[in-house]
């Protein structure tokens, strides 16, 4: 059974079009995580979620749009893609923010190539 | 930005123990030492974390200094399915620590039969 989840993969798209990845995570946990790894390897924080509510923004543009229909799902969508927004990216989950000691188990990636 | 240094690759022979060392000299009282994993096309996977004193799991070890200013993880017998990229990162333990783990370079390690 995989804890967290994500599709499509792979994704191959144009410029400016508009995408979204899916994450579901069967841990129960309440926070779920959008990271961008790019192609220097350096991942990085986007979003994190609490039970379906935005607690980290870290100045990612607002052609990013992360949605949250329950607090196992969290969607990222992506509007007017540019060719910068080519990386892989993963979501992750964790019991909660609060929690002192609070690992983070992550999906495999979805690699999105924008030409 | 990562508050941690790490040296940028290593190799280590199947078999023996991979010392991965990490500097983190502006680590506050408060803060907890993470090591975490990346193999080739996967996502990152927790390994082990510790605040100030020695800490063992099935994956690993972890030494922390006494003055908490570096510490190091230990595969004690590295296999080559442990070849991956290794991040130390330190997080604040407080409850106002919003979960984001901020990850640095980390340390390239291939182990070689």
Request: aromatic residues 8%; charged residues 20%; glycine residues 6%.
């Amino acid at each position: 059974d995989t804890a967290v989840s994500q599709t499509p993969k792979y994704l191959v798209t144009q410029m400016g079009n508009d995408k979204s990845i899916k994450c579901e995570q069967n841990l129960g946990h309440d926070t779920m995580y959008w990271y961008k790894q790019d192609s220097k390897k350096f991942l990085k924080i986007m979003f994190s979620y609490n039970n379906k509510e935005l607690i980290i923004n870290e100045t990612v543009p607002n052609r990013f749009s992360p949605k949250s229909p329950d607090k196992a799902h969290l969607n990222l969508h992506i509007n007017s893609l540019e060719l910068g927004d080519s990386a892989v990216y993963f979501c992750a989950s964790s019991q909660g923010s609060s929690l002192i000691m609070d690992t983070q188990y992550f999906g495999p990636g979805t690699r999105l190539t924008v030409l | 930005d990562a508050k941690t240094t790490q040296p940028t690759s290593m190799d280590c022979a199947e078999g023996r123990a991979a010392n991965l060392p990490c500097n983190h000299s502006t680590i506050s009282g408060n803060e907890y030492v993470y090591w975490y994993r990346q193999i080739h096309s996967q996502g990152p996977q927790y390994i082990i974390h510790g605040l100030k004193n020695n800490e063992t799991n099935e994956m690993a070890s972890l030494i922390i200094t006494e003055d908490r200013k570096s510490s190091t993880l230990i595969l004690p017998h590295a296999t080559l399915r442990d070849t991956a990229v290794y991040y130390c990162i330190v997080r604040p333990s407080h409850s106002g620590n919003t979960g984001k783990l901020i990850f640095g370079q980390g340390t390239t390690l291939q182990v070689k039969p």
